[in-house]
């Protein structure tokens, strides 16, 4: 079984502040893929990244960076110098192999982030 | 530009009335999700097709039905919804190349009320 755990469910920060989102995730698949999107009110939801299982460099895209460590099973996620326009939930999520090519993601229960101008 | 397609964007339904929502792409991929989302929640998903082959997830009640008539459409039928399936519906797609993953692109989503 998957599971993604979110533990922050609310964070609220004021312009131009650092923020970091954390997710730890739990499998047995030893092949996975680790992602985040955002979901702005409109509700689309927007893919931010995605992390295999055999890549731990952490990577960095504009204000965004992700530092993913196996040895605590963590994918969190820095929004530098935070904007109001980054206010939105973020879900983690994790994807194994279900079978025949169609990979499933197990979501987290999001970060709903607040930035106040 | 390619994309996944989600009608209507708002749907109102009354309580045990049927109800058809629609999902289209332009990106002949092969697999296609049916996500529900309620208020404040993560995500669930419902079922996917890949290709031809319909994928249910045990949990999804049997209200819940889909059609992929082509690999550009697929469809969600509730038959009778209950107060309790309000919520948004997303639908998504990805490439199945066996043993690569490929991401999955989200449409706009369905806010369905039911009244």
């Known amino acids: 079984a998957q599971k993604v755990t979110q533990a922050q469910t609310e964070i609220s920060v004021v312009e131009k502040e650092d923020v970091t989102l954390d997710c730890v995730y739990e499998?047995?698949?030893?092949?996975?893929?680790l992602f985040w999107y955002k979901q702005p009110p409109s509700g689309e939801l927007v893919f931010l990244i995605r992390?295999?299982?055999?890549?731990?460099q952490n990577e960095i895209s504009g204000r965004y960076s992700w530092n993913f460590q196996k040895s605590t099973s963590s994918f969190n996620f820095t929004i530098t110098a935070s904007q109001v326009v980054d206010s939105a939930v973020y879900f983690c999520?994790?994807?194994?192999?279900?079978?025949?090519?169609?990979?499933?993601?197990?979501f987290g229960k999001g970060t709903k982030l607040s930035v106040i101008p | 530009d390619a994309m996944v397609i989600q009608n209507p964007r708002y749907q109102v339904t009354q309580f045990g009335k049927p109800v058809t929502l629609s999902c289209s792409q332009t990106?002949?991929?092969?697999?296609m999700y049916w996500y529900q989302q309620k208020s404040s929640q993560a995500p669930k998903l419902l079922f996917h097709?890949?290709?031809?082959?319909?994928?249910n997830e045990a949990d999804t009640p049997d209200n819940f039905q889909s059609r992929r008539p082509n690999t550009s459409f697929c469809f969600l039928d509730i038959r009778s919804p209950g107060l309790g399936d309000a919520a948004m519906y997303l639908c998504?797609?990805?490439?199945?190349?066996?043993?690569?993953?490929?991401?999955?692109?989200f449409g706009p989503g369905t806010r369905l009320t039911v009244l």
């Open positions: 998504a797609t990805s490439r199945g190349t066996s043993g690569t993953y490929n991401e999955q692109f």
């Open positions: 499998t047995r698949d030893t092949t996975y893929y």
């Open positions: 992390r295999n299982s055999f890549d731990e």
């Open positions: 999520a994790l994807s194994a192999d279900s079978g025949a090519g169609s990979y499933q993601l197990t």
């Open positions: 990106l002949n991929h092969n697999v």
């Open positions: 097709y890949y290709d031809k082959d319909f994928n």
